[in-house]
């Protein structure tokens, strides 16, 4: 399976995924913490893959998403952004309603 594939693959499998550097317990820098803490503060389960376990997929899905940096969230396999988007969705309340939704749906 090549990397768009997997990348694929983890978006289709998870409403709401994380790409960061090491994990929610333990965040390798300082913009995959306060992301990761801001996900956890909505309540709801969310899958994370670190980035820093596999070159291939840091650089693949730099490539993905046209987005350079980490962490990146995805939500229903859409890219929401990273720490600076979520911070300021999560200050306004429209983080909390995107996650719980896309929870909410993918148990339905």
Do not use: H
């Not at 596999?54 to 952004?81: A, C, D, F, I, M």
């Amino acid at each position: 399976m090549d990397i768009n594939e997997t990348i694929k693959t983890q978006l289709a499998d998870n409403p709401v995924i994380l790409y960061m550097k090491g994990s929610p317990q333990a965040p390798q820098c300082g913009f995959s913490a306060k992301t990761s803490q801001a996900l956890m503060a909505c309540g709801e389960r969310f899958a994370f893959v670190n980035i820093l376990d596999n070159q291939e997929l840091r650089e693949g899905l730099k490539v993905y998403s046209s987005w350079p940096t980490y962490p990146q969230l995805y939500v229903n396999s859409e890219l929401v952004g990273g720490c600076d988007i979520i911070m300021e969705m999560s200050e306004n309340g429209e983080l909390a309603k995107l996650v719980k939704a896309a929870t909410k749906q993918a148990e339905a």
